[in-house]
T-cell receptor, first 111, second 113 residues
Framework: DAKTTQPPSMDCAEGRAANLPCNHS???????VYWYRQIHSQGPQYIIH???NNETNEMASLIITEDRKSSTLILPHATLRDTAVYYC????????????FGTGTRLQVFP | DSGVTQTPKHLITATGQRVTLRCSPR?????VYWYQQSLDQGLQFLIQ???????AKGNILERFSAQQFPDLHSELNLSSLELGDSALYFC????????????FGPGTRLTVL
């Protein structure tokens, strides 16, 4: 699996957009970018994933650079409940099923 | 609520003992994954089952074993417990066995005294 690099921590004011970066410079052409988050000690929660096009769902947007070497997860209007550890994971969809979690980014949303 | 259930929620036991953690996947999901999260190791993949068969193995100790039953629920057995086995154990399920979205349960917190 390709490795990812994320900043260990970030702060964001409530109501503002939170932009969480991820570097995955060794990503292969068939590998997807997944984002999960873990609130306190709860089970990780799926947020979004993409291959090369930008993706948006009700939770977030995922922007992947054209060369696919990095991506940004955007929470458009962060709330206090978005305080969590965010994990960026890359993996192929065909033969590597397991998620390999790195250390993630601890996002603190403040009032 | 992810639809994945795990029991028990908390478990306190002594070193040398054996425990069983149980996981019920989301309805229709064939794949079950087990992860361990300790303070100094982060989330570590242990093992995956797909429709009753072992599919992938991670850093699972020989003292640990798992199985998936015909009704698709899974059990993780931990034996000869050591203090270092204290951790959160998460189960996840997905519809397919090849990179489908995993949905995680609430976890079982194991404390070994």
């Amino acid at each position: 699996d390709a490795k990812t690099t994320q900043p260990p921590s970030m702060d964001c004011a409530e109501g503002r957009a939170a932009n969480l970066p991820c570097n995955h410079s060794t990503i292969s052409g068939n590998e997807y970018v997944y984002w999960y988050r873990q609130i306190h000690s709860q089970g990780p929660q799926y947020i979004i994933h993409g291959l090369k096009n930008n993706e948006t769902n009700e939770m977030a947007s995922l922007i992947i650079t054209e060369d696919r070497k990095s991506s940004t997860l955007i929470l458009p209007h962060a709330t206090l409940r978005d305080t969590a550890v965010y994990y960026c994971i890359v993996r192929a969809n065909y033969n590597t099923d397991k998620l390999i979690f790195g250390t993630g980014t601890r996002l603190q949303v403040f009032p | 609520d992810s639809g994945v259930t795990q029991t028990p929620k908390h478990l306190i036991t002594a070193t040398g003992q054996r425990v069983t953690l149980r996981c019920s996947p989301r309805s229709g999901d064939l794949s079950v994954y087990w992860y361990q999260q300790s303070l100094d190791q982060g989330l570590q993949f242990l093992i995956q089952y797909y429709n009753g068969e072992e599919r992938a193995k991670g850093n699972i100790l020989e003292r640990f074993s798992a199985q998936q039953f015909p009704d698709l629920h899974s059990e993780l057995n931990l034996s000869s417990l050591e203090l270092g086995d204290s951790a959160l154990y998460f189960c996840a399920s997905s519809a397919s066995g090849t990179g489908g979205l995993e949905f995680f349960g609430p976890g079982t917190r194991l404390t070994v005294l």
